[in-house]
């Protein structure tokens, strides 16, 4: 049974940053899209990055582009989301997801959800 396992959120100031990690078990990360999405409250869930583990093409939000940085470690079958300059707005709670090559990272709907989430706060 494949499930995801996001880590590495919390309660960080304006300004700092985050590591989050994904860790699938069931499944190696091969031949898929992994994508960071996340969701306010009252908000619909949205992509912020992704990666092709064909090409290691990656995309980002234009929210995001520029402050987060996503990678992935072959050896570990992780992928992780460097979230740097932290805003209010980027607040939510953040998930990993996987999809087959082709599937479009800014529709959610393309993805498979199989983690709990992990919280991003961002508060003075």
């Known amino acids: 049974q494949v499930q995801i396992m996001e880590s590495g959120g919390g309660l960080v100031q304006p300004g700092g940053s985050l590591r989050l990690s994904c860790a699938p078990s069931g499944v190696t990360l091969n031949y898929y899209i992994i994508g960071w999405f996340r969701q306010a409250p009252g908000k619909e869930r949205e992509g912020v990055s992704c990666?092709?583990?064909?090409?290691?093409?990656?995309y980002y939000s234009d929210s995001v582009k520029g402050r987060f940085t996503i990678s992935r470690d072959i050896n570990k079958n992780a992928v992780y989301l460097q979230m740097d300059s932290l805003k209010p707005d980027d607040a939510a709670i953040y998930y990993c997801?996987?999809?087959?090559?082709?599937?479009?990272?800014?529709?959610?709907?393309?993805?498979?959800?199989r983690g709990k989430g992990t919280q991003v706060t961002v508060s003075s």
């Open positions: 997801a996987t999809g087959l090559l082709g599937s479009d990272c800014r529709h959610p709907g393309d993805f498979n959800f």
């Open positions: 990666i092709s583990t064909s090409d290691d093409a990656t």
